[in-house]
């Protein structure tokens, strides 16, 4: 039997979002934050795209990220690392193991 490892690569949750520019981050604080409840209300889990700076290339070869960016879903990411790990080792035979990679749904209630 052979264990294939999931795909990290997903579509963006949203689009309209770039977590990784320096334009978000020079914005006022208020206009961030509307954008964190934005997410935290239609998107608490999204996918990014990594950020794409000349000065900065990250040499993990991953084609992105994921936000959580309700407080108690990153309690229990936190505190549940075990299951929410992105170290494509832990995937070996625990092909429906709930990891930040295959969640589609809430993480909590």
Known sequence: MTTS?????????APHIDLTSVEFWSKPFVE??????WLRENAPLSWHKPMDRP???PD?????????????DISF?????????????????????RTIQNCTAPLTS
């Open 32 to 37: 961030r934050d509307k954008t964190f409840a």
């Open 60 to 72: 993990h070869g991953e084609p992105g990220f994921w936000a959580i960016v309700k407080s108690a």
């Open 5 to 13: 490892l999931p795909s990290t690569e997903h579509p963006l949750t």
């Open 77 to 97: 990411v936190s505190q549940n690392h075990e299951l929410f790990s992105s170290d494509p080792h832990k995937w070996r035979g625990w092909g429906s193991r």
């Open 55 to 57: 000065h900065f290339k």
